[in-house]
């Protein structure tokens, strides 16, 4: 196996505190693919610390300068996808072309980040007052605690941390479990591209360090993308302490929407993407699936042809679409939600859940394998399979008759509210859902997956706060100041205020 990984502390690679160690598994073969350093509270104080005392030098620099840094990271990953791709698929399990866009996705992240440097920041405003200049300007906040999932391993990191570092914040990484090698990867870009030490550390390890983080005095924010059970613990977590930030973008139970006035080629493989790409272990994965009764039957022959056939397999093959779920746990969350819909009464389409053993790739029989999941059932039931996140190919048919109210009305019947899509060539139901769906990513006539980096990344209800990516996670890491300076020698006030000091002396 070689020798352990470490952690990156304060410009170094370290073994850090603890004496506990952890392996990262192939999740399509069991193989082992490494040994890492498990962090300790006393890990992350260190690393704190750390970015804390490289916190004022780094600041001092312009954000030009700050991000000349990060063009050495764009360029190699720009000029390895095909290297780091493979290393994501190896870890986290998504086939190969999804392995190749999250390091593509993590260039561009890093691109727009360093690029935006030389864009203007802040705003000039209009004083009321012709002799004053007002204008805003933004200020870093400190120390950025950055927790980063599975399922995006490298690209969500650098969402959360390109621009934490170009506004001048530090940063101290814990990155998931699972994929501890992909965060590794990271780290000795950053170290490559020789930030200065402190700027940016990483801790490998479990919740424990991820809570060190978030309980620290010195880490004034918190950019977390994970479940909603963990996100709202940590939003509660620093709610009501004074300076402190939390930017959660957390899961969902999306839907696509597919009207009678559906082009259903478009809406046939806008579903299948958006319910079966990375197995569904996307927070924008569909699990839901709300079609207009005079189209119904139509789709579902037609949907329900693909999920039966959808090609699971090697995810280091381009053949294949689907590749395994992240780990055993994993796997027997999504069986048992599966077994639940059965025991809610829904009508099974589709169950692909123990896979047959030739639809397994030679030499991965220890993979953790899953096929689609496919039921119809009532959308007015109060059913658990129908309301709560599964995180895997798991499938919900939702038949609805009436107008585009009705089929929103259902969309949003749902605590959650990240991501969804209407398929329609009628513009005004497309318009309505526009401004009504509750959700903070929304699609027309496309998958409800495949967000592009200069655009907000988040959303609303359980969902999360919305502004934990590209250009709206500058609202997380920074505040902003309203300045106004009097350009003349007499003081003249806003709003008809009196200026004149009145003493005594005047009666």
């Known amino acids: 196996m070689g020798a352990t990984y470490q952690h990156y502390i304060d410009g170094e690679w370290t073994d850090g505190e603890g004496t506990e160690t952890f392996t990262s598994e192939n999740p ?3 193989e082992t693919l490494g040994e890492f350093r498990r962090g300790t509270p006393e890990d992350v104080e260190r690393a704190v610390e750390a970015a804390d005392a490289a916190y004022e030098e780094w600041r001092g620099l312009s954000r030009i300068d700050r991000a000349e840094y990060l063009w050495d990271v764009y360029h190699e990953l720009k000029t390895n996808v095909d290297e780091y791709g493979e290393i994501v698929t190896r870890e986290c399990g998504k086939e190969i072309s999804e392995g190749r866009a999250d390091v593509v996705e993590a260039a561009h992240m890093v691109e727009w980040a360093a690029g935006d440097a030389r864009h203007p920041s802040g705003d000039i405003v209009p004083s009321e007052i012709p002799a004053k200049d007002a204008y805003m300007r933004r200020k870093p906040r400190g120390v950025v605690g950055c927790i980063t999932p599975w399922n995006f391993p490298i690209a969500i990191p650098y969402w959360h941390m390109a621009v934490a570092l170009v506004e001048g914040n530090t940063v101290v990484f814990k990155p998931a479990e699972q994929t501890p090698k992909c965060a590794t990867v990271i780290a000795r870009l950053f170290a490559e591209a020789g930030l200065p030490d402190g700027v940016f550390n990483m801790v490998q390890g479990y919740g424990d360090a991820g809570n060190a983080i978030v309980q620290s005095d010195d880490v004034e924010t918190i950019l977390f993308t994970g479940s909603a059970e963990v996100g709202h613990k940590i939003a509660d977590s620093v709610g009501g302490v004074s300076g402190k930030r939390a930017a959660c973008e957390m899961g969902g139970k999306n839907a696509v929407v597919i009207t009678e006035h559906a082009d259903l080629d478009i809406a046939v493989h806008s579903a299948v993407m958006s319910s079966f790409k990375t197995t569904g272990q996307r927070c ?14 139509e789709f579902t022959e037609r949907f329900v ?5 959808v090609a699971v397999g090697n995810p280091l093959e381009e053949d294949t679409f689907m590749g395994p779920l992240i780990e055993a746990e994993h796997r027997e969350k999504v069986t048992e939600y599966n077994e639940l819909a059965r025991e809610e009464g829904v009508n099974v389409l589709v169950d692909r859940t123990d896979l047959d053993a030739d ?4 030499g991965h029989e220890d993979g953790h394998w899953v096929g689609p999941f496919v039921y119809e059932a009532d959308p007015d039931a109060d059913l658990r399979c129908t309301h709560e996140e599964v995180f895997g190919p798991h499938v919900a048919l939702l038949e609805y008759d009436g107008d585009i109210e009705r089929a929103v009305d259902i969309q949003n019947d749902t605590p959650y509210g990240l991501a969804g899509a209407i398929v329609s060539e009628d513009y005004r139901q497309i318009n309505y859902y526009r401004d009504h769906a509750e959700l903070g990513l929304a699609y027309g006539n496309l998958p409800c997956i495949g967000a592009e980096v200069q655009l907000p990344f988040g959303g609303v209800k359980r969902s999360g706060n919305g502004y934990p990516s590209a250009r709206e996670i ?13 350009n003349s020698k007499e003081i003249q006030m806003a709003q008809g205020l009196s200026a004149d000091i009145i003493t005594s002396d005047d009666e």
Do not use: F, Q
């Not at 042809?305 to 056939?309: F, G, I, L, Q, R």
């Open 305 to 309: 042809d693909v999920a039966s056939k």
């Open 28 to 30: 399509a073969t069991g």
């Open 359 to 362: 639809e397994i790739p030679d």
């Open 474 to 486: 500058i609202e997380a890491v920074t505040d902003r100041t309203a300045w106004t300076l009097n």
């Open 284 to 297: 924008v994965s569909s699990e839901r699936l709300i079609v207009h009764t005079d189209v119904y039957e």
